[in-house]
């Protein structure tokens, strides 16, 4: 067998290893959708009346309820939650010592972080897809067209694999499962300090910069753009520049702590 057939066979081995413990520990699956489907309601019917009247020239023609600014960055939001059971699920494997003994096995290495990646990115992006399907029930309206929604499709992908890497390098770093489930929280709350909840330039005049330039707002915009069939402008290539940059930094950093020859 070439090395290419053990490569991929051990990928799809530990892949079935990761999908059926997230099927064993479903209250983590829960959380990932609970937790945006939860702020969906919280915005729209308690706080939709009064933020949606600063919204409506932000929303595109024919547009006038809440939901259809607030979704955008909830779907977003959804991508930063999933990183937060990827780095619990990634700290588990690593304090129980599960990673340690397949590294003594004569597994192909990579695998190993290439199945937790290929696992959570399946889970958040149909975590992302019950919180759209939510949104529509709720009167969500998009106009997106086909070639749109594929490219919804590509966006939200591309969030969800740069911030499961992100998620893979804090269960690695973190030294215990607390310290792993906190870490991701700052990327949690980001899209409410962008144009997630309400337009940035509504904003005092340091927040808003600040808004403008993290790297959330850029894909918010982007999708919203991709949702309505409006001009997305420099968001697209904003967008695409983060998530590449995010990729790069979480590839990264759990290379660092993987190769390191240690147990916990």
């Known amino acids: 067998m070439s090395t290419l057939a053990y490569a991929v066979t051990d990928s799809v081995t530990l892949l079935r290893r990761n999908l059926k413990n997230q099927l064993r520990?479903?209250?983590?699956?829960?959380a990932i959708i609970g937790i945006p489907v939860l702020f969906l309601l919280l915005f729209v019917y308690v706080f939709g009346s009064v933020l949606g009247n600063g919204v409506t020239n932000a929303l595109p023609h024919g547009h006038h309820d809440y939901i259809d600014y607030v979704l955008p960055g909830l779907v977003i939001?959804?991508?930063?939650?999933?990183?937060?059971?990827?780095?619990v699920s990634t700290s588990m494997d690593m304090t129980e010592g599960i990673i340690a003994r397949?590294?003594?096995?004569?597994?192909?290495?990579?695998?190993?972080?290439?199945a937790r990646v290929i696992s959570s990115v399946l889970q958040t992006v149909a975590s992302m897809a019950v919180v759209l399907g939510v949104a529509l029930l709720m009167g969500f309206s998009p106009d997106a067209s086909a070639l749109d929604w594929l490219g919804v499709l590509a966006l939200l992908t591309g969030a969800a694999f740069a911030l499961t890497w992100l998620g893979v390098a804090?269960?690695?770093?973190?030294?215990t499962l607390d310290a792993a489930s906190n870490a991701p929280f700052p990327l949690i709350l980001l899209p409410f300090v962008g144009s997630g909840i309400v337009p940035t330039d509504t904003m005092p005049t340091g927040l808003r910069q600040f808004a403008e330039y993290q790297p959330f707002t850029p894909m918010i915009e982007t999708l919203r753009g991709l949702l309505f069939g409006t001009e997305i402008g420099s968001s697209g290539w904003l967008a695409a520049a983060w998530i590449a940059g995010l990729t790069v930094l979480g590839f990264a950093w759990s290379m660092k702590h993987f190769t390191k020859d240690r147990t916990r």
């Open 77 to 87: 939001m959804t991508a930063a939650t999933g990183s937060l059971g990827t780095a």
């Open 25 to 30: 520990y479903p209250t983590t699956v829960i």
């Open 170 to 175: 804090f269960g690695l770093a973190a030294k």
């Open 102 to 114: 397949f590294k003594t096995m004569r597994i192909f290495r990579p695998s190993i972080l290439i």
